[in-house]
């Protein structure tokens, strides 16, 4: 519990470091601060999985699965390449959303940084019973490989992104009918007091709407780690720290989407290979280091493609 407690505040520390020094007067993030950023995230994420190792060789936390230190570390950065990988296409919605509703770009750090304190929450308890889930009912491993397979599928047969419009979406129109909501964005405020009525702005708008789509790609997401493992601290801590490092990831690829354009198909192999091993779970279990090698190679040979077909136009 004392792990918990430490990983949990520590989190919330850079939350506020975040929002309260380095982003304190919002402003354009630039590519190289967000590139920086992005590294940062990955090094302190991917060097985490040293104190994973620290951790479970030390029975700092309970260990349900008994897991050795070297596959629980195997284990947390496969999961957290999967949750980071899967984001991809949410950046994209997330961009999507930006645009439609012309948010400043100096205000969208602070609507990202809300809207991830949501998801941390709405994931934290999507992880508890998704774990719960999978250790009391061992059938819903095939239920999940089933669906995972059925999204693999449904990605790669997806028209083109382009499509997609939030204001045409059931949060958008719902949200219109029950709260007034201000057609300018007030500074970087999410309410603003008009004639003694307080009316949401745009940027609340959005950060309902983020809210929203990072539920409807935690469906995805959870249960693709939870195919991998399903001890909670690597499961939240992989989840999280992916999260955390999505706002600088944003920033950074968020004018480069179509410039990987191949990535969707490594999504595709990903969430299909996820989807086959909880189908094969009771009948044979891949080494980690195959799984890890898998989603590294469908990752690489996604964003080669993508930089080869680039470079030929």
Do not use: C
């Not at 505040?9 to 993030?29: E, Q, Y």
């Not at 709405?122 to 019973?129: D, G, M, N, P, S």
């Not at 279990?285 to 077909?309: D, H, M, N, Q, T």
Request: proline share 3%; glycine share 4%; net charge positive.
């Amino acid at each position: 519990m004392i792990v918990w407690i430490i990983f949990i505040s520590v989190i919330l520390i850079f939350l506020a470091l975040d929002l309260g020094v380095f982003n304190k007067t919002p402003h354009i993030i630039s590519t190289k601060e967000a590139s920086i950023w992005t590294f940062v995230w990955i090094s302190i994420a991917l060097s985490f999985s040293f104190l994973i190792y620290v951790i479970f060789k030390n029975g700092w936390v309970n260990n349900p699965t008994n897991l050795a230190p070297v596959d629980a570390s195997l284990k947390y950065v496969t999961g957290y390449l999967i949750e980071l990988s899967l984001s991809v296409d949410n950046i994209f919605v997330i961009a999507v959303i930006f645009s439609s509703f012309r948010i400043p770009q100096q205000y969208q750090h602070r609507v990202l940084f809300w809207g991830i304190m949501g998801a941390i929450v709405f994931r934290a308890v999507l992880i508890f019973f998704g774990v719960t889930i999978f250790t009391e009912f061992e059938w819903i491993t095939y239920v999940f490989g089933v669906f995972l397979i059925l999204t693999a599928i449904k990605l790669l047969f997806s028209k083109s992104e382009n499509e997609f419009n939030p204001k045409k979406s059931f949060v958008y129109r719902t949200l219109r009918k029950v709260m007034p909501i201000s057609s300018n964005v007030e500074s970087e405020y999410f309410f603003v007091r008009k004639k003694h009525l307080l009316v949401a702005t745009p940027l609340f708008l959005v950060l309902i709407l983020i809210e929203f789509t990072d539920i409807l790609f935690a469906f995805d997401s959870i249960p693709a780690i939870l195919a991998i493992t399903t001890d909670p601290f690597i499961v939240f801590s992989s989840n999280i720290l992916a999260i955390l490092g999505l706002r600088s990831m944003y920033f950074f690829l968020s004018n480069m989407t179509s410039k990987f354009y191949f990535i969707k198909y490594s999504l595709v192999a990903i969430l299909g290979f996820v989807g086959i091993k909880l189908l094969l779970a009771h009948v044979y279990k891949f080494p980690e280091w195959f799984s890890l090698g898998f989603i590294l190679l469908a990752l690489l040979a996604g964003i080669v493609a993508s930089l080869k077909s680039k470079a030929s136009h």
